[in-house]
């Protein structure tokens, strides 16, 4: 979706967009598969990333929204205005 939208796309795609986007996706991502070294190392990549997103998903599933980001002081952490 973030490469959807940096291309232009709206901030909520229809289903069939979205559908294009994942078969897109899924074909480069196979052929990627048949290079030798490079992509053994983006399929590893690709189930790192996979992994990671369903951890993260479980959590915050499991224990919710725990609020903001605190620093060592118990404050809430600012982002750096760009």
Do not use: H, K, Y
């Not at 189930?47 to 919710?64: C, D, Q, S, W, Y």
């Not at 118990?74 to 205005?81: A, E, H, L, T």
């Amino acid at each position: 979706m973030r490469a959807m939208r940096s291309l232009g796309s709206t901030e909520n795609p229809e289903i069939w967009m979205r559908l294009l986007a994942l078969v897109f996706g899924v074909t480069i991502f196979a052929l990627l598969n048949f290079i030798p070294v490079l992509g053994w190392m983006v399929n590893f990549a690709l189930v790192l990333l996979g992994i990671g997103g369903m951890t993260t998903a479980l959590f915050e599933r499991l224990m919710g929204n725990l609020g903001p980001a605190l620093d060592v002081d118990r404050r809430p952490m600012q982002r750096d205005p760009e």
